[in-house]
C-alpha cells in the first residue's frame, strides 16, 4: 500500500534513528501530498531512506510512529500489536489472577501503539484514543478485542471525548461501542472498588497505583492515616486493610468521597475507622499539626505541558511543605507526581527544597514508579511518567 511521503531535515532523522517514537513539525521539510489528519504516512531522510511508518496529526508533534519498518498497517498488523501487548499481561500473572481483574492492556508508546490506551476492569474495556489516527481505527480495535477475549469480554466503553485533540474534526462522543457492562465492581489484590469509567477521572480508576497500594499497606499497621486527593479511595482501603487506626479521606470533588465512601464499604461495611471530608487539599493541611503519621500525597498533574512546569514544581513544594510540617515526628509520607513534563531529577529536587524549608530530618526509604502494565519504551523516557517516594520524617 502507498503512503503519503514526509522527508525530515538534514540532521532531524537522528531521534527515529534511536527509535524514538514522535516527531515533532519543526523537523518536517517536505511533504509530498496533503495526507488528512490521522492518516498513516511515510517517513524519509533528507536522504530519501525509509525512517517509519506513523500517525499525521496536527500540532507540535506531527507523527506518531507506529512502526520502524516498511510494512502494511491493517488490521493484521494491529491484532499482532495487541495480542503481543496481551501476552506480556499473561507473562506478568495479570490475566487469569482470581485477586485482581483490573489492568492495563494497552500503554500507547509503552506497547509501540502511540495515541492507545486500554484498561480492563473485569469482563469491561474501557478504550481511551489520544490521537485521531487511533480515534479512526476504533471499530477495528474493537473488533480484535472481542476476537482475543471470545466471552470474556461482555462490554466496551470508549471514553475519547475529552482526550482527542481539540482541533480534530473527528466528534467523538463517550459510550458503549460494544454491549453494555452490568456490574461496576473490579477487584485489585483481593480488595473491592466500584469504577465509574463514564463519569470519573481517565478510565476510571488509577491502576497505576496498584503496586504502591500495596507497599503503603505493609506500612499502615497502628497508623493514623491521611490520604489526600484521595479520588475513589483506593490508598485508604488498602490503609485500612493493613491495620490503620484511623483513615480519612480528602478530595475537592464531592463526587469523589461519594465513591470513596462507596469503596470503603464495600470492602469494610460499617468500619467506624474511616471518615471523609469534600475540602480543597492546601485548605485542610494547614492545620494538623501531628495529627496523622502518615500521608498519601497524590495530586493531579500539575503540569501537563513544558509552559506550565516551573508553576506546578512550585506546586508540589508548597504541597509537600505543608506535610513535612504538619506530619507527626517519625511519619511516613508517600508523595507522588504523575505529571509526564516532571522528570523523576525534578521531583525528587523539588521535595527536597520542600524538606529543607521545613527544617525536618527527612530520609528516602522507597522510590516509586508505574507498574509492570504500564511499561516504558526504553527509546521514549518521557512514558516514565509516575513518580513517588516514601519519606520517613523525624
Known amino acids: ?54 500517525h499525521y ?26 495480542r503481543t501487548a496481551y501476552q506480556l499481561r499473561i507473562d506478568q500473572g495479570l490475566v487469569g489472577d482470581e485477586t485482581t481483574n483490573a489492568y492495563r492492556l494497552v500503554h500507547a508508546e509503552g506497547d509501540n501503539m502511540p495515541g492507545l490506551i486500554i484498561d480492563m476492569y473485569d469482563d469491561t ?4 484514543m489520544h490521537s485521531v489516527g487511533m480515534f479512526l481505527i476504533k471499530d477495528t480495535i474493537d473488533e480484535i478485542l472481542k476476537k482475543i477475549f471470545g466471552d470474556g469480554l461482555k462490554a466496551i466503553y470508549n471514553k475519547s471525548e ?11 462522543e463517550n459510550g458503549y461501542t460494544y454491549g453494555k457492562s452490568e456490574t461496576r465492581i473490579a477487584l485489585e489484590n483481593g480488595l473491592k472498588f466500584r469504577v465509574d469509567w463514564e463519569k470519573g477521572q481517565k ?63 464495600l470492602n469494610f461495611p460499617g468500619d467506624s475507622r474511616h471518615d471523609a471530608f469534600a ?21 493531579p498533574a500539575f503540569a501537563k505541558h513544558n509552559n506550565v512546569l516551573n508553576n506546578a514544581l512550585q506546586g508540589y513544594k508548597r504541597l509537600n511543605a505543608k506535610a513535612f510540617e504538619q506530619i ?14 516532571v522528570s523523576k531529577d525534578a521531583f525528587r529536587k523539588t521535595i527536597f527544597s520542600a524538606a529543607a524549608k521545613s527544617g525536618r530530618n527527612v530520609r528516602i526509604l522507597n522510590q516509586l514508579t508505574q507498574p509492570a502494565d504500564h511499561p ?13 517516594l516514601v519519606l520517613y520524617v523525624e
Open 1 to 54: 500500500m502507498s503512503y503519503i511521503k514526509v522527508v525530515l531535515k538534514s540532521g532531524k532523522d537522528q531521534s527515529l534513528r534511536r527509535f524514538h517514537p514522535w516527531v515533532f513539525s519543526g523537523a518536517i521539510k517536505k511533504i509530498y501530498g496533503e495526507p488528512a489528519e490521522g492518516d498513516i504516512v511515510t517517513v524519509y531522510d533528507n536522504k530519501d531512506e525509509f525512517l517509519g511508518l506513523g
Open 57 to 82: 496529526q496536527i500540532g507540535s508533534i506531527a507523527i506518531r510512529i507506529v512502526s520502524f519498518e516498511d510494512i502494511e498497517v491493517n488490521e493484521q498488523f494491529w491484532e499482532d500489536k495487541i
Open 125 to 128: 474495556a474501557v478504550v481511551q
Open 162 to 172: 475529552g482526550t482527542i485533540p481539540y482541533k480534530a474534526k473527528v466528534n467523538p
Open 203 to 265: 478510565t476510571g480508576f488509577f491502576v497505576d497505583q496498584r503496586d504502591n497500594r500495596a507497599l503503603l499497606e505493609h506500612y499502615s499497621k497502628g497508623k493514623s492515616v491521611l490520604n489526600m486527593f484521595c479520588y475513589t479511595g483506593g490508598f485508604s482501603f488498602y490503609a485500612m486493610r493493613g491495620g490503620a487506626e484511623l483513615v480519612h479521606s480528602v478530595d475537592s470533588s464531592e463526587r469523589a468521597i461519594e465513591l470513596t465512601k462507596e469503596n470503603v464499604e
Open 279 to 299: 475540602v480543597d487539599a492546601f485548605k485542610y493541611l494547614d492545620d494538623i499539626k501531628d495529627k496523622y503519621d502518615l500521608i498519601i500525597l497524590d495530586p
Open 328 to 341: 507527626k515526628p517519625g511519619g511516613i509520607l508517600f508523595t507522588f507526581s504523575c505529571s509526564q513534563v
Open 376 to 388: 516504558v519504551n526504553i527509546y521514549h523516557p518521557e512514558g516514565e511518567y509516575l513518580k513517588g
